[in-house]
């Protein structure tokens, strides 16, 4: 593992198979962001945290539903907190989309594959719906919704620290999955991070960035929001539009290896999209 102190009290893994996950090291207990989903990797982290902290875990806050970022919950807390849509999402069968994503991996062996799905889901304890805060001594931990990636998608933001983990809502120099997104929430929750005092952004994939990242996603989501738009002004039908955005997917590098992956979710989320305007503009 390669954990990088970004802070006096602040820890972040960037390089795991899954999504970034942090821990903050407070007077009141460690608060754990979000957790891998691989076994070897929980135990890695699990083993890593021990080492390098005498503390108690005292609560996970996960940023969203996705399997990525809340498979490992049961293995380190019972005290977890999320938004209450994460709550609900998680009790769906498959809510977390944990068999959707890796059924379809070529990277995992048919034994890590089981491993995962034998997993228990960890579901939130403590749920809010805007905003809610976390008093651990000197430290204090806002929660913000945001939506936007997901109806789920929250903020975390470490005050006195100024260090936003984000989520899925920043994937650093890289396309973030849109297939459960509402673009406009996704939009504006980027210049809500715009707005904030902030030195870091641990983002949800990816190196750890500034804001440099949120006007780059920003341009992003305008490119693909102003020629979806256009394409539908001139009368041409979904597949078209997704056909004619494709070109937009050259915005980020794809690593090598993924992109026939790359380019399904990114016409996924192009016609997500599509559906949206359709809805909103009729």
């Known amino acids: 593992m390669s954990i990088q102190k970004v802070k006096n009290r602040v820890y972040v893994e960037t390089e795991l198979m899954g999504a970034n996950v942090g821990w903050v090291d407070t007077e009141q207990g460690l608060v754990l962001i979000d957790t891998p989903y691989l076994p070897h990797e929980i135990q890695q982290w699990k083993e890593a945290i021990a080492k390098l902290s005498n503390s108690e875990i005292a609560y996970v806050i996960n940023t969203h539903h996705h399997f990525d970022h809340c498979l490992g919950n049961a ?73 936007g990636h997901t109806n789920s998608t929250i903020l975390i933001y470490l005050i006195e620290d100024k260090v936003l983990f984000t989520g899925d809502a920043i994937v650093s120099n890289m396309h973030p999955y849109k297939g459960q997104a509402n673009f406009r929430q996704w939009i504006e929750g980027l210049g809500r991070i715009q707005e904030m005092d902030i030195d870091l952004i641990v ?80």
């Not at 750890?208 to 693909?224: G, N, P, W």
Request: aromatic letters at 10%.
């Open 203 to 282: 983002p949800g994939h990816g190196e750890i960035c500034c804001k440099a990242e949120v006007k780059r996603t920003l341009e992003y989501f305008q490119q693909m929001w102003d020629r979806v738009l256009e394409l539908r002004r001139e009368g041409c039908a979904k597949d078209k539009v997704v056909e004619h955005t494709h070109d937009l997917i050259t915005f980020y590098p794809i690593e090598p290896g993924t992109e026939k992956e790359a380019s399904m979710m990114f016409d996924e989320g192009t016609a997500r999209l599509y559906d949206e305007m359709e809805a909103q503009l009729g």
């Open 75 to 147: 293995l380190f807390s019972p005290n977890v907190v999320a938004h209450q849509s994460t709550y609900e999402e998680m009790i769906k069968p498959d809510g977390t989309m944990r068999h959707y994503f890796v059924s379809n991996s070529e990277d995992l062996t048919a034994e890590v594959k089981k491993q995962i799905y034998d997993l228990p889901i960890g579901l939130p304890r403590f749920t809010f719906s805007d905003r809610m805060w976390l008093h651990l001594g000197d430290a204090t931990i806002e929660l913000i919704h945001i939506g």
